[in-house]
Each structure stands twice: as structure tokens, then as C-alpha cells.
Nanobody
Framework: QVQLVESGGGLVQAGESLRLSCRASGMIDSIKAMGWYRQAPGKQRELVAR???????IYADSVNGRFTISTDNNLYTSYLQMNNLKPEDTAVYFC???????????????WGQGTQVTVSP
């Protein structure tokens, strides 16, 4: 029903930057929020950043000031600009969309397949 395609992960050195992208498509009436989450080996998935339809942004304390979430096209595309990356940022990053489905008008949360970010010391 809803597809999320992420891109932009990779291997970088500490202090460098990466930009992740997530594009939503499918049977969507509207998108209420887009978010980025990450999961490191042996750890639970955690919120990194989230942006609401009214532009409100939320960041994890660990990334505040280094990462920036943004969107265009009515939240159908979101970006996560990651600056001054640290080894502890190494994880699989997942995009999540909080949507209202077309036709049924039901709320629906969707996840992308994940993209690996690896930061070497």
C-alpha cells in the first residue's frame, strides 16, 4: 500500500557528513509525519529525528545540533543531513512515514528497508 525507499547510506570517517533520503509512494492520501530511526547491533531501534506536517522537528539528544531533518513535496520526501558523524552513529537507519491511506482514510505507519551507515574512527 505504501512504499518507502531510502538512499544515501555508506561508509565515512568520523567528522564527515552523509545525507539520507526517503521517498514515499503508494496509496497515500496524506502524510502526517516522517521520521528517521536507527538500530545498532544488539540495541533497540531508537528515534533519531522526526518532522511533523506543521514543520515541528524533534531530535534525539545524541544527534541534536549535528543532524537536520527536512522534507519537500508535502512530506513525501524526507532528508536527514548528518554532520560531524561519530562512530557511535553507526547503525542501520530506517525511514518511517505516518500516513493516512487513500480510499479507506485509515492511519497507517510504514517503514523503509533500512540503509547502513558506518562511521570509522
Amino acid at each position: 500500500q505504501v512504499q518507502l525507499v531510502e538512499s544515501g547510506g555508506g561508509l565515512v570517517q568520523a567528522g564527515e557528513s552523509l545525507r539520507l533520503s526517503c521517498r514515499a509512494s503508494g496509496m497515500i492520501d496524506s502524510i502526517k509525519a516522517m521520521g528517521w530511526y536507527r538500530q545498532a547491533p544488539g540495541k533497540q531501534r531508537e528515534l533519531v529525528a522526526r518532522i511533523l506536517r506543521d514543520g515541528t522537528t524533534i531530535y534525539a539528544d545524541s544527534v541534536n545540533g549535528r543532524f537536520t531533518i527536512s522534507t519537500d513535496n508535502n512530506l513525501y520526501t524526507s532528508y536527514l543531513q548528518m554532520n560531524n558523524l561519530k562512530p557511535e552513529d553507526t547503525a542501520v537507519y530506517f525511514c518511517r512515514a505516518d500516513t493516512i491511506l487513500a480510499l479507506t482514510m485509515a492511519p497507517h505507519d510504514s517503514w523503509g528497508q533500512g540503509t547502513q551507515v558506518t562511521v570509522s574512527p
